[in-house]
Nanobody
């Protein structure tokens, strides 16, 4: 049974930092491309950052320079370090694991940026 379990979300002030994690089980983690997607209230789910099997990263323009994705294959975990957070970063953050199209999704973790 495949499970992706996100953790680390919460409430943070604008300009603050937060790190979310996604622990995977039931898959051969090192063979999956991993990604963090986010969905703000009333909006579609959009890509935030992805990291390929080989370590190549890709970021949405809106988060470049502020969010950093990384993976630890030994721990079957992908991380998203978020710095200089803005109000518009408020969303549910979802972890995705895929080889081709689609893949698996976690249940999401809420990140709220508010003063």
């Amino acid at each position: 049974q495949v499970q992706l379990v996100e953790s680390g979300g919460g409430l943070v002030q604008p300009g603050g930092s937060l790190r979310v994690s996604c622990a995977a089980s039931g898959i051969l983690f090192s063979r999956y491309h991993m990604g963090w997607y986010r969905q703000a209230p009333g909006k579609q789910r959009d890509m935030g950052a992805t990291i390929a099997v080989g370590g190549t990263t890709n970021y949405a323009d809106s988060v470049k320079g502020r969010l950093t994705i990384s993976r630890d294959n030994a721990k079957n975990t992908v991380y998203l370090q978020m710095n200089s957070l803005k109000l518009e970063d408020t969303a549910v953050y979802y972890c995705n694991a895929r080889i081709g199209v689609g893949g698996y999704w976690g249940q999401g973790t809420q990140v709220t940026v508010s003063s």
